[in-house]
């Protein structure tokens, strides 16, 4: 394998990487704190991604729609929690899980509903390419290479620097003692599924200027995404944030090596790791609520 | 004698109801019903009587129908032993997978089995596309040789077969049920230490409730490569991966008529709502969604109690299903 090849694939790597990271973080600490897994962050990267494809049919800005599907899927999250999930924290996991695909079964019906089956082109914001060695690096991938990194340092400031932040980091440990200390866990449980939702549609926004928006997005994504998390160990930002970049080089290195590989090997690397440490690479022992 | 009545009077009601409903239903519909809502059957025992939830039903029903397709497509053409080649392949591969499997939780059961649904769909695919001929699948319906008795070529000879087939099945599962067997896979969902303590082991009593799921689950794809007489990738894409769980939500986890019902819902729904209107999902997402925040019992299992009150007003049996399933 050439030099050139390899540099442009560690880079793609580190992009998907980098999408991967952002969406499996909410679905990473929405499982730490609340015990839910919530498959319909996957929606609200649907939405962030929509919305970034009409605020920029509009307004001809990319960033600008970026930034409108983040707060249109913090709204929708907000909304959802509010009346699906406020109501369904107690229950076991098998159950969110079903319910939040119906949520997400639901929400790729209403995208197919209102922007149609067809799918939509974003164009890249920055299409400049800078040189290493003779290959060409698109800058817009480096930015959100740049953006996910920013997104880990800004998660860890809040976890381990504001009140808000440690109230969350002991609910992932142990929620009763956190309600005992009289913290309202139910807002701290608004806040974390916000913060997902807002993650999941900047994930979706940056996405869709190197794919095509389209309705089934999210379930394409679905899978690599859950390695992700699992990999790292539900409800450990370290381990997710590594486990992204070492899925998103499986996916890019193994299309290089073998076409079929980039879909298959991922998820070979899932099941090693899980029949090896079935709490993946960073996951403390599972806690049952 | 009046007991054996009883038990098989809901079963032979159930699948005359079917069968008669050939008179005026088209055949199709009623097939794809059957073999759907055998391979709905797997995963309502899975989730419903183990507890554990699975993303990965298509895995095993391509394994049931990869056996069926190959022994027809390169070696034989009696569709009979094609079907048991099918459900023998799905016996050894759930007896393989399943002990790695059944130790894992059932969050991550769920995904490592969508992780097995999407290697299988990209082996039969590409990395085997030699044998498989990838997106173009095996088409076998010319090769398979008539027989004498139901002709499995003829759309209506085979609903009767499958219909007999459903009806031998669904008096198996309703057998399991009643026996301490079926006790036992209800005892490792609602608490597994004390079922340890009683001396049962709970591996083996998951990896057998996995082998029988999975084994139903291959039979209605071997039924489906007859059918159809061919077979394709497609049979495991990914994104079919959570219909059969759908399906058993819709009709009413544990219950044994829900996977038919549920069936029937939802294969009519998808097939009236897609005829006019493209996005069908938005209709089951927001039934799905229903269904859970209504207490999770599905349209047979909310429909039961009241069919019986009605049907046997005097009839205190009807204890025996409602405590079928609660969780949470």
Redesign the interface.
């Known amino acids: 394998m050439d030099a050139q090849l390899l540099v442009s694939g560690i880079i793609f790597g580190l992009s998907i990487g980098s999408i991967f990271f952002l969406l499996a973080i909410g679905l990473s600490l929405c499982f730490g704190l609340m015990r839910i897994?919530s498959l319909d962050q996957l929606l609200y990267y649907s939405v962030g991604a929509y919305i970034t494809y009409t605020v920029h049919v509009v307004t001809g800005n990319t960033w600008l729609g970026v930034l409108a599907g983040m707060v249109a899927a913090g709204l929708v999250s907000f909304g959802v929690e509010r009346f699906?999930f406020f109501?369904?924290y107690?229950?076991?996991?098998?159950?969110t899980?079903?319910?939040s695909?119906?949520?997400?079964?639901?929400?790729?019906?209403?995208i197919?509903?209102i922007w149609g089956?067809v799918p939509r082109p974003v164009p890249v914001p920055i299409d400049t390419q800078f040189g290493i060695q003779g290959t060409g690096i698109p800058v817009y991938r480096l930015i959100v290479i740049g953006l996910s990194l920013l997104v880990y340092l800004g998660i860890w400031l809040f976890l381990n620097r504001t009140i808000t932040g440690k109230a969350i980091r002991a609910g992932i440990e142990d929620v009763e003692h956190v309600e005992g200390l009289g913290v309202n866990v139910y807002k701290l449980f608004t806040v974390t599924f916000i913060i997902a939702g807002v993650l999941s549609g900047l994930a979706g926004g940056l996405h869709a200027s190197l794919i095509m928006v389209d309705p089934?997005m999210g379930?394409?994504v679905?899978?690599f995404v859950?390695?992700v998390v699992?990999i790292g160990g539900l409800g450990s930002i370290k381990g997710t944030l590594a486990s992204a970049f070492i899925v998103g080089q499986v996916v890019s290195l193994g299309s290089l090596v073998y076409?079929?590989l980039a879909?298959?090997a991922p998820?070979?690397v899932?099941?090693v790791i899980?029949?090896i440490k079935?709490t993946g690479l960073y996951g403390s022992k599972?806690l049952k609520r | 004698m009046m007991k054996i009545f009883r038990w098989w009077g809901g079963l032979v009601v159930a699948f005359l109801l079917i069968g008669i409903s050939r008179l005026f239903l088209p055949l199709p519909f009623l097939n794809e019903i059957i073999i759907f809502s055998i391979y709905t059957m797997g995963c309502s025992f899975l989730l419903g009587r183990v507890g554990f939830i699975s993303f990965g039903q298509p895995a095993y029903l391509a394994v049931g129908a990869y056996g069926t397709a190959f022994y027809l497509f390169y070696f034989g053409a009696n569709p009979y032993v094609g079907i048991l080649m099918g459900v023998l392949s799905g016996v050894v591969v759930s007896v393989i997978v399943g002990a790695f499997f059944v130790r894992l939780r059932s969050d991550y059961f769920a995904l490592v089995n969508l992780a097995l649904a999407v290697i299988i769909f990209y082996l039969m695919e590409k990395v085997l596309a030699k044998i498989t001929h990838g997106d173009n699948g095996l088409w076998f319906l010319a090769n398979m040789s008539s027989t004498p008795v139901l002709d499995l070529g003829k759309p209506s000879h085979f609903f009767i077969f499958a219909l007999l087939l459903a009806l031998a099945l669904w008096a198996f599962y309703k057998y399991l049920d009643d026996s301490i067997y079926g006790a036992c896979c209800m005892a490792t969902k609602i608490n597994e230490d004390k079922l340890q303590f009683l001396g049962y082991s709970n591996f083996h009593i998951r990896w057998m409730a996995f082998v029988i799921a999975n084994t139903t689950t291959a039979l209605a794809g071997s039924l489906y490569a007859v059918y159809l007489g061919f077979v394709s990738p497609a049979i495991t894409h990914p994104a079919r991966a959570a219909d059969p769980v759908v399906v058993t939500i819709l009709g009413g986890v544990g219950t044994l008529y829900g996977p038919i019902v549920g069936s029937i819902a939802y294969t009519g729904m998808k097939d009236l709502l897609s005829g006019y209107i493209a996005n069908w999902e938005l209709f089951i997402g927001l039934l799905l969604i229903f269904i859970m925040l209504a207490g999770e019992k599905g349209i047979w299992g909310t429909l039961e109690p009241i069919l019986k009150k009605t049907l046997f007003p005097k009839s205190a049996s009807f204890r025996q299903q409602e405590s079928g399933d609660r969780r949470g």
């Open positions: 897994i699906v109501r369904i107690e229950r076991d996991i098998a159950f899980m079903i319910t695909f119906g949520i997400l079964f639901a929400g790729i019906g209403a197919k509903y089956l089934q379930l394409e679905l899978a859950f390695m699992i076409a079929p879909q298959m998820f070979a899932m099941l899980l029949l079935p599972l």
